[in-house]
């Protein structure tokens, strides 16, 4: 069967670097605390008005591109995996589409957090087996500092949090064993709002736990957003970290051992894995369940932060760029997030 490879791979972070003193200023909090837990030093702000989610995507993009020895006319597909859009909607494949002055190509959004990406690549690879495409340009791109309760309110979310982009071009190989080999996919709603930003949103409570502003007949109009919810910080994400965590470490391991056992290999077969960068903590349980050396798995959280469906992409373009990456190697991705959802692929470079 028809395999897809990654033909080429950028990233972009904004140039604003948020130290974990910075954050100090806005919330009751510590350099001490954030990297005690997190293991992260400092993440990437976008500027205020100058970029967008979709900016940052075309800028990881253009370099994926050239990298590819293509143009943004030859793209005949996106897949956009992002949690913070421009706009509600339309989603920011169609905006990417227009600022890249893409031909009139299908652009899908995919909404699937911090396994995004992965979840984006998976759709990728899919439309490239089938022979229905030939270049895709798969991005993750997130702006989160436009969405953050920065009060001490919300210091359990907003510490974690950075903005940047990551992109890849996927394209048929013709190279035996080359290429993405598997692509796993999971999902777990029942614990949906452990991690959640409820409003804006057309849930009406049904599904919250949380008691959130009630409406009366007077509210009709304000039921998507008002002035209440957002006077009761409804407009922040909500996380219960520590139920997050306990899942993470136990469903990001479980997808690679997966991954591996599809493709007959073992975990010493990886050369790197690329774990969801969401915590320094989650990704050294993963490698210890694993039982792989620090030179098989590559983080950057310390620098970037959770950049969520960005993640992924920026540390693979990273290690790559650093040469921790060659021709033959077999590369790992491992994501979990918001949903939850979770997800692995197993790429022979
Ligand atoms: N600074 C100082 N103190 C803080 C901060 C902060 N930024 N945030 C929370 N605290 C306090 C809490 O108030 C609490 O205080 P208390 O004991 O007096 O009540 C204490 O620190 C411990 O809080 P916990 O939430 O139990 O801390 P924990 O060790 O679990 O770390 C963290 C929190 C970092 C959020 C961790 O749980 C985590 O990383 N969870 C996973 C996050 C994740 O992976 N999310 C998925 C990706 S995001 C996505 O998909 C969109």
Same mark, same amino acid.
């Given at each position: 069967m028809q395999r897809s490879k990654i033909a080429g791979i950028g990233y972009y972070v904004p140039k604003n670097v948020f130290t974990n003193e910075d954050l100090k200023k806005y919330m009751d909090t510590s350099d001490e605390w954030i990297q005690e837990r997190t293991g992260i030093k400092e993440r990437r702000y976008a500027d205020?008005?100058?970029?967008?989610t979709t900016t940052m995507g075309v800028e990881a993009a253009a370099i994926a591109i050239e990298r590819a020895g293509i143009?943004?006319?030859?793209?005949d597909f996106i897949v956009f995996a992002t949690l913070s859009p421009d706009y509600y909607f339309p989603g920011c494949g169609v905006l990417l589409q227009r600022a890249m002055k893409m031909k009139e190509i299908g652009a899908l959004d995919v909404?699937? =957090?911090?396994?995004g990406f992965v979840y984006a690549l998976s759709v990728a690879d899919q439309f490239i087996k089938t022979g229905m495409y030939k270049n895709i340009l798969v991005v993750g791109a997130e702006k989160h500092s436009f969405g953050l309760d920065f009060s001490t309110r919300g210091r359990n979310i907003s510490v974690i949090f950075g903005d940047g982009a990551g992109a890849v071009v996927l394209q048929p190989t013709?190279?035996?064993? =080359?290429?993405?080999l598997s692509t796993h996919l999971h999902s777990d709603g029942e614990s949906a709002e452990i991690l959640a930003m409820y409003n804006p949103g057309t849930h009406a409570n049904h599904w919250v736990t949380d008691p959130v502003a009630k409406f009366d007949e007077a509210e009709m109009g304000q039921m998507f957003m008002s002035h209440a919810m957002i006077d009761d910080a409804q407009n922040f994400p909500n996380m219960d970290g520590p139920s997050v965590f306990k899942k993470a470490i136990v469903k990001m391991p479980e997808v690679v051992h997966e991954a591996l056992t599809a493709n007959g290999l073992t975990a010493a077969d990886i050369n790197i894995l690329i774990p969801h960068q969401a915590n320094l903590r989650i990704a050294q349980f993963v490698q210890q369940k694993l039982q792989l050396r620090d030179d098989q798995v590559y983080n950057n959280i310390q620098k970037f932060g959770n950049t969520t469906a960005a993640s992924v992409p920026i540390a693979l373009c990273e290690a790559w760029e650093q040469g921790k990456i060659k021709e033959g190697d077999l590369v790992c991705l491992a994501a979990f997030g918001s949903g939850f959802t979770w997800a692995g692929a197993l790429i022979r470079w």
């Amino acid at each position: 069967m028809q395999r897809s490879k990654i033909a080429g791979i950028g990233y972009y972070v904004p140039k604003n670097v948020f130290t974990n003193e910075d954050l100090k200023k806005y919330m009751d909090t510590s350099d001490e605390w954030i990297q005690e837990r997190t293991g992260i030093k400092e993440r990437r702000y976008a500027d205020r008005t100058g970029e967008t989610t979709t900016t940052m995507g075309v800028e990881a993009a253009a370099i994926a591109i050239e990298r590819a020895g293509i143009t943004p006319q030859d793209i005949d597909f996106i897949v956009f995996a992002t949690l913070s859009p421009d706009y509600y909607f339309p989603g920011c494949g169609v905006l990417l589409q227009r600022a890249m002055k893409m031909k009139e190509i299908g652009a899908l959004d995919v909404r699937n =957090q911090c396994s995004g990406f992965v979840y984006a690549l998976s759709v990728a690879d899919q439309f490239i087996k089938t022979g229905m495409y030939k270049n895709i340009l798969v991005v993750g791109a997130e702006k989160h500092s436009f969405g953050l309760d920065f009060s001490t309110r919300g210091r359990n979310i907003s510490v974690i949090f950075g903005d940047g982009a990551g992109a890849v071009v996927l394209q048929p190989t013709q190279k035996d064993g =080359q290429g993405i080999l598997s692509t796993h996919l999971h999902s777990d709603g029942e614990s949906a709002e452990i991690l959640a930003m409820y409003n804006p949103g057309t849930h009406a409570n049904h599904w919250v736990t949380d008691p959130v502003a009630k409406f009366d007949e007077a509210e009709m109009g304000q039921m998507f957003m008002s002035h209440a919810m957002i006077d009761d910080a409804q407009n922040f994400p909500n996380m219960d970290g520590p139920s997050v965590f306990k899942k993470a470490i136990v469903k990001m391991p479980e997808v690679v051992h997966e991954a591996l056992t599809a493709n007959g290999l073992t975990a010493a077969d990886i050369n790197i894995l690329i774990p969801h960068q969401a915590n320094l903590r989650i990704a050294q349980f993963v490698q210890q369940k694993l039982q792989l050396r620090d030179d098989q798995v590559y983080n950057n959280i310390q620098k970037f932060g959770n950049t969520t469906a960005a993640s992924v992409p920026i540390a693979l373009c990273e290690a790559w760029e650093q040469g921790k990456i060659k021709e033959g190697d077999l590369v790992c991705l491992a994501a979990f997030g918001s949903g939850f959802t979770w997800a692995g692929a197993l790429i022979r470079w």
